[in-house]
């Protein structure tokens, strides 16, 4: 069965220091979606994505983190300037639209990196 | 203001019981709901979800949604040990695609051999 995949499973890093988190998101879904959780606390949407550009970004999503698809597989979140209060885990997800007309959207979590900063 | 809403529990059962659980949510403009369940230091990953109004079956789990009163269900019949985890009620106001989900915190299971 088709998973969404992300790597590292686990990051280390120094505050201030750039992290880049990879996700190869299921080959036929269209849309992305970024997520992260807090230990501890809920799945907080980050920021989605389609056809190259930003859909939607939260107020978490500001200037430090960008997004990318460089390739027709992989989904980059990239976080510029690490801060203490960026550990968490992240989830890449990506979905697929059902029903004949487009009636709903079911998203797919990949299994998540692990994010510590120092 | 909360927009998802679910007691975090723990809520124990015995094993072979039906397990409820429970979420309310405030936008009522939501159209899709959805139940994940999260291990402990795993990802989400989905249960079911649900649209209509009423009762949706999938094998052990039954997931109920009343619009008008706002409130999603999901009942776990014959709990094993296996169902411990925490259940995530999700909702979002779909339009198209790309539309994100509100996650509510999850309600702890536990379900005791």
């Known amino acids: 069965e088709p998973e969404v995949t992300q790597t590292p499973s686990h990051q280390v890093t120094q505050m201030g220091q750039e992290v880049i988190l990879r996700c190869v998101p299921i080959s036929n879904h269209l849309y992305f979606y970024w997520y992260r959780q807090i230990l501890g606390q809920k799945v907080e949407f980050l920021v989605s994505f389609y056809n190259n550009e930003i859909s939607e970004k939260s107020e978490i999503f500001d200037d430090q983190f960008s997004v990318e698809r460089p390739d027709g597989s992989n989904f980059t979140l990239k976080i510029r300037s690490t801060k203490l209060e960026d550990s968490a885990m992240y989830f890449c997800?990506?979905?697929?639209?059902?029903?004949?007309?487009?009636?709903?959207?079911?998203?797919?979590f990949g299994p998540g990196t692990r994010l510590l900063v120092l | 203001q909360k927009e998802v809403e679910q007691n975090s529990g723990p809520l124990s059962v015995p094993e072979g019981a039906i397990a409820s659980l429970n979420c309310t949510y405030s936008d009522r403009g939501s159209q899709s709901f959805f139940w994940y369940r999260q291990y402990s230091g795993k990802s989400p990953e989905l249960i079911m979800f649900?649209?209509?109004?009423g009762d949706k079956e999938d094998g052990r789990f039954t997931a109920q949604l009343n619009k008008a009163s706002q409130y999603v269900s999901l009942l776990i019949r014959d709990s094993q040990p296996s169902d411990s985890a925490t259940y995530l009620c999700a909702v979002n106001k779909w339009v198209s695609g790309n539309t994100p989900l509100v996650f509510g915190k999850g309600t702890r299971l536990s379900v005791i051999a």
């Open positions: 997800a990506s979905s697929e639209v059902w029903g004949l007309a487009g009636e709903g959207e079911t998203q797919y």
């Open positions: 649900i649209y209509s109004n």
